[in-house]
Nanobody
Framework: QVQLVESGGGLVQAGDSLRLSCAASGRTFISYAMGWFRQAPGKERDLVAKIGTGGRTVYYADSVKGRFTISRDNTKNTVYLQMNSLKQEDTAVYYC???????????????WGQGTQVTVSS
């Protein structure tokens, strides 16, 4: 069992930066690939970025490539999402999730956090 708790969301202006954190419980964190998803009102929950167990394999959605950076610290059981040059369209609830497979589809992620709201104003 893995419990995930996100933090770091908030209200910022366009162009600002935020860093989201996702703290995981349990000693098996290193076994899981981790993903950050987001869901805006009325839209589906979409993958933003993901990272492999060792931290070297990463993937970004085109919409955030070059602006967001995903990283993990396996000694702290934590995954991060550094978000720079934020845009209004980045406004959403951001979720972290864990999967045993880096190539997993959204529905194959087995553990989810409760989400943290990110609001970007103009």
């Amino acid at each position: 069992q893995v419990q995930l708790v996100e933090s770091g969301g908030g209200l910022v202006q366009a162009g600002d930066s935020l860093r989201l954190s996702c703290a995981a419980s349990g000693r098996t964190f290193i076994s899981y690939a981790m993903g950050w998803f987001r869901q805006a009102p009325g839209k589906e929950r979409d993958l933003v970025a993901k990272i492999g167990t060792g931290g070297r394999t990463v993937y970004y959605a085109d919409s955030v490539k070059g602006r967001f950076t995903i990283s993990r610290d396996n000694t702290k059981n934590t995954v991060y999402l550094q978000m720079n040059s934020l845009k209004q369209e980045d406004t959403a609830v951001y979720y972290c999730a864990a999967s045993i497979n880096f190539y997993a589809a959204r529905d194959e992620y087995v553990y989810w956090g409760q989400g943290t709201q990110v609001t970007v104003s103009s």
